[in-house]
């Protein structure tokens, strides 16, 4: 940790940061530094005539690269470029999906995995792009945030209207993450209708609410 002082102390860390205290913007104002110091101008992917190397948010971070030896590079720049921060990169959750062929990488003498499937902040990703496997993920999260709340849902003396706005608020939210992404046909439409969430017993309660 560094001070406005000249001084300056080492500081045992025992848990990470977490987003909402006033650590956090330090925190991002180093990985900003960080990022700023790496050069890989000729690295990354081409999108629509822009140079993509990578995505971050906060510190979930993903790196594109063409081929195995650029995204190696890549991993161990970042990891070369923490390390004079005091920031490690830990190889273990560090993951590797691929269209193409999958050559060694490592990191610091430690191989990085590779994975047909990923959760990136929230939500599936994968060559494949399985919007469906995905719809199926956030259907199930939907269920079970429904019967988080089962007993109000099922309370008799509450309003449908009350109800409804739990639904709107908690449910339909972690149903819909996401969604934006999605390519929406009709199999996905019949999938997320509303009814499949609310379920039988949401259906009763109403008529009965």
């Not at 920031?87 to 062929?101: A, H, Q, R």
């Not at 999958?102 to 990136?120: A, G, H, M, R």
């Not at 399985?130 to 199930?140: F, G, H, L, S, T």
Request: one cysteine or more; hydrophobic letters at 35%; charged letters at 30%.
């Amino acid at each position: 940790m560094y001070s406005l002082r000249a001084e300056r102390r080492n500081v045992p860390d025992t848990k990470g940061v977490r987003q909402e205290t006033p650590l956090a913007s330090t925190f991002l104002a180093v990985l900003e530094n960080i990022f700023r110091k790496i050069e890989w101008r000729d690295l990354g992917i081409n999108i629509n005539g822009r140079s993509i190397t990578h995505l971050r948010f906060a510190d979930d971070i993903v790196l594109f690269a063409k081929t195995p030896d650029d995204l190696g590079k890549m991993i161990n720049d970042l990891a070369s470029e923490s390390a004079k921060f005091g920031l490690k990169l830990n190889p273990e959750k560090t993951k590797i999906i691929t269209n193409g062929k999958k050559d060694l990488v490592t990191v610091e003498q430690t191989q990085i995995s590779y994975v047909d499937e990923y959760i990136y902040l929230g939500q599936l990703i994968s060559p494949e792009d399985n919007i469906n496997k995905e719809v199926e993920r956030r259907i199930a999260k939907g269920w079970k945030k429904y019967w988080g709340a089962k007993e109000i849902m099922k309370d008799k003396n509450l309003h449908i209207s009350t109800k409804s706005k739990l639904f709107n608020t908690c449910i339909l939210p972690v149903l819909t993450y996401g969604s934006e992404t999605w390519a929406l046909t009709r199999n996905i439409a019949k999938i997320i209708h509303l009814p499949t969430c609310h379920g039988k017993e949401y259906g009763r309660d109403q008529k009965k609410g």
